[in-house]
């Protein structure tokens, strides 16, 4: 019997972007979800108001990082004034559950870029927030941006045990990185599920602007410069350039003829570089091939794509809602991942142990 919220020590919000996985934690925990209004004055301004006292009680806010109808932009913008709101109101406690955290892939500098991924982790910890609970995130790195704690879980033990008990004849399966970055993790999916591992490797298109960079611009002429005295060296350094970097061909490095591909990875949002992995496995011989991956954003016409594609099948977990990409392709399947998030949240409130979580999960993961 789900107790009412108004009762007790816990509080489990849910704003717009988590509302079935909100619903499957908090009836996991045995509580209702509290209430609380979100939504936008005329100009798209966010707004929040909450219905129940949080005086000095623990709070968790369940918000992913995407919606079905909520923009990335918007579903942060509502959790930080959520946040804000909670710790005005006096909460003794206020945890951010952020499945998937976005920005997340913007955690390195790149050419006269920025990284946006320490500048989320400072405005979650300015807001209120006194820890996160997240899944899966692209660079384990980000935590070390962060000054509040951060658990962040694995979905891998779910997957591994999708493989195990729902793909047919998985003991002729290879575990596929869709390129080497990726590798340490395959190989670690590989040897937990003593499979054998292939790597993609090759040819991956860059941006046109990774190919014009300032930084190669030749030194100014003397009749240029301006606002200094231009004094030309006497034995002037001849530095030879770089020659540009060329990947080769697509290739697979291992064998994957006549067996199942399954390729694992933390995201999949456009699908882009999936389905070209898929097409290169199935001219090596591949006769199945599975995708397994954390996050399933699917931006844009990726169920279409995977549609058309050689992919077989495309396996996701919950941390991002996306019924509307389900029905736009029959391959999309779900894991659904509210138990493990359940768990974390009653362990913190009770002042538990988060190593249980993870028990017999390696770093690679």
């Not at 945890?95 to 920025?114: E, F, N, T």
């Not at 008990?165 to 575990?175: K, L």
């Not at 190989?187 to 860059?206: D, M, Y």
């Amino acid at each position: 019997m789900a107790v009412d919220p108004t009762q007790g020590g816990v509080l489990v919000f849910s704003l717009n972007t988590a509302k079935e996985l909100s619903e499957s934690i908090a009836r996991r925990l045995g509580v209702l979800p509290a209430p609380v209004h979100v939504g936008q004055f005329a100009n798209k301004e966010s707004k929040v108001h909450i219905g129940v006292s949080v005086r000095g009680r623990d709070v968790f806010i369940i918000q992913t990082g995407q919606g079905e109808e909520t923009t990335c932009n918007n579903a942060m913008m509502e959790l930080l004034i959520m946040a804000y709101a909670c710790r005005i109101a006096s909460a003794r406690r206020i945890v951010g559950v952020i499945p998937y955290l976005p920005y997340s892939k913007q955690s390195k500098m790149h050419k006269r870029g920025a990284i946006p991924a320490k500048l989320m982790a400072s405005l979650l910890g300015k807001s209120g927030l006194t820890s996160i609970i997240t899944m899966d995130l692209h660079s384990k790195e980000i935590q070390g941006f962060y000054d509040i704690p951060v658990d962040n879980l694995r979905a891998s033990p779910f997957i591994v045990h999708y493989i195990n008990e729902s793909v047919p004849d998985c003991r002729n399966a290879v575990i596929v990185a869709k390129n080497p970055a990726s590798a340490q993790r395959a190989t670690s999916f590989a040897e937990r599920l003593r499979l054998g591992i292939a790597v993609i490797h090759g040819e991956q298109k860059e941006s046109e602007g990774d190919q014009c960079d300032g930084r190669q611009s030749p030194p100014p002429k003397p009749e240029n410069s301006i606002g200094f005295n231009f004094v030309p060296l006497e034995n002037e350094l001849n530095v030879p350039g770089f020659l540009p970097k060329e990947k080769p061909p697509m290739n697979v490095v291992g064998d994957v003829g006549g067996k199942i591909a399954i390729i694992v990875d933390d995201m999949i949002d456009d699908a882009t570089t999936f389905v070209d992995a898929a097409r290169l496995l199935r001219d090596r011989g591949a006769y199945k091939i599975y995708v397994m991956v954390t996050h399933g954003l699917l931006s844009g016409s990726a169920p279409e794509l995977i549609e058309g594609s050689e992919i077989d099948e495309v396996v996701v977990t919950n941390t991002v809602p996306h019924d509307s990409k389900v029905a736009r392709c029959s391959k999309i399947k779900t894991i659904d991942i509210s138990q493990l998030l359940a768990e974390a949240v009653r362990r913190i409130h009770n002042g538990e142990s988060m190593g249980y979580l993870f028990r017999n999960v390696p770093l690679e993961d």
